[in-house]
């Protein structure tokens, strides 16, 4: 565990020459969707010294491997989506290309903070991000995938939590791709277990990849938030929540990745589902979905939704009906 700082005061972090917090991010916090970033996220926050921007998905959500989309494709794009709507973004009429206009969406919502150190969250194409700030650093929290998936299904994604698996999946495979091009001194993995049971030392990791010292007020995240303390107890609750066939079948999508990150499988030799099960359980998940949908929205508003997603993203019928599911989403966030 590095060793604790003088809380009175702390060196001066470490950034690439002439960069600034506002012209790029200093850090990436990335980890498959219900692996905690948004707990980390807030914990970061609390440093004295780090400034958290929260979610920011609209910087990279929509590109491909290579190349970027069309801006004026772009700017459409960001007018349906939730969060980049809410942050009534200024217009930027001098950006002349999608890496342009997504630079400024960063400075816009940097500015807004004066800590010498400020970060974002990325669950989608977090590999990317480095084509467009190249000195950033990473932070991937992983989480024990049935866990995620349980999760998952709790948000109403997915109706089974066999079939959220590629949720932790794609991110990982995205990350081990990512951190072969990323030198280790701008990356780290923190295990969201790990967090719960020894979150000063965990903590102290992240801060020395920032330049950083430990702070305890980190730990008093739950004071500004609607957010518990860190409880060790939330760790492995697939053990008390999970079906032990479903584990398994998580288990024989997940085992080499999750023995890689130093999850144990449930059982020795999981087995797949069979054509019999799989059809089972894409049958639940349909159902289970669609009934999840229509508690939320409404069955008008499901069935709206369902015709109007073909319309081009302009189109006035489908940015009202996007607009209101945000309506309803927003009312739900914690």
């Known amino acids: 565990m590095p060793a604790q700082a003088d809380h009175t005061s702390h060196p001066s972090p470490k950034r690439p020459s002439g960069s600034s917090p506002h012209d790029a991010p200093s850090y990436v916090l990335v980890g498959p969707l219900r692996a905690g970033t948004t707990l980390f996220h807030l914990i970061l926050n609390s440093h004295p010294q780090i400034a958290s921007v929260g979610e ?19 700017r ?13 973004y200024a217009p930027q009429p001098r950006a002349s290309t999608y890496a342009q206009h997504a630079q400024g969406l960063w400075r816009q919502l940097a500015s807004k903070h004066d800590k010498p150190i400020i970060g974002c969250n990325i669950h989608s194409r977090f590999d990317r991000a480095r084509d467009l700030w190249p000195n950033t650093k990473f932070i991937h929290l992983i989480r024990d995938p049935r866990d995620v998936a349980n999760s998952c299904v709790g948000m109403g994604w997915f109706g089974h ?11 990982v495979r995205r990350w081990n791709t990512l951190a072969r091009s990323v030198p280790p001194e701008d990356r780290i993995v923190v295990r969201y277990e790990d967090l719960l049971k020894d979150p000063e030392h965990q903590l102290g990791r992240c801060c020395e990849l920032l330049g ?17 303390p860190l409880d060790p107890g939330l760790a492995e609750q697939w053990q008390r929540k999970m079906k032990p066939r479903t584990a398994e079948l998580i288990d024989a999508q997940c085992a080499d990745l999750m023995k890689s990150y130093g999850y144990t499988p449930s059982t020795k030799d999981p087995k797949p589902a069979n054509w019999i099960e799989s059809a089972s359980i894409a049958l639940k998940n349909r159902l289970n979905r669609f009934r ?12 709206r939704w369902a015709i109007v997603k073909r319309l081009s993203l302009a189109h006035p019928l489908r940015l009202a009906t996007i607009r209101r599911i945000h309506e309803i989403d927003t009312q739900h966030l914690r």
Do not use: C
């Open 292 to 303: 999840w949908r229509v508690e939320r929205y409404g069955v008008r508003l499901v069935l």
């Open 161 to 171: 939590p066999a079939k959220a698996t590629p949720i932790w999946l794609d991110t």
């Open 56 to 74: 920011f998905e609209e910087a990279v959500e929509i590109l491909s491997d290579s190349g970027w989309p069309d801006l004026d494709h772009y």
């Open 212 to 228: 950083l010292s430990y702070h305890p007020d980190m730990l008093k995240f739950f004071e500004t938030s609607s957010y518990e």
């Open 76 to 88: 459409a794009w960001l007018n349906q989506h939730r969060v980049a709507s809410a942050r009534n």
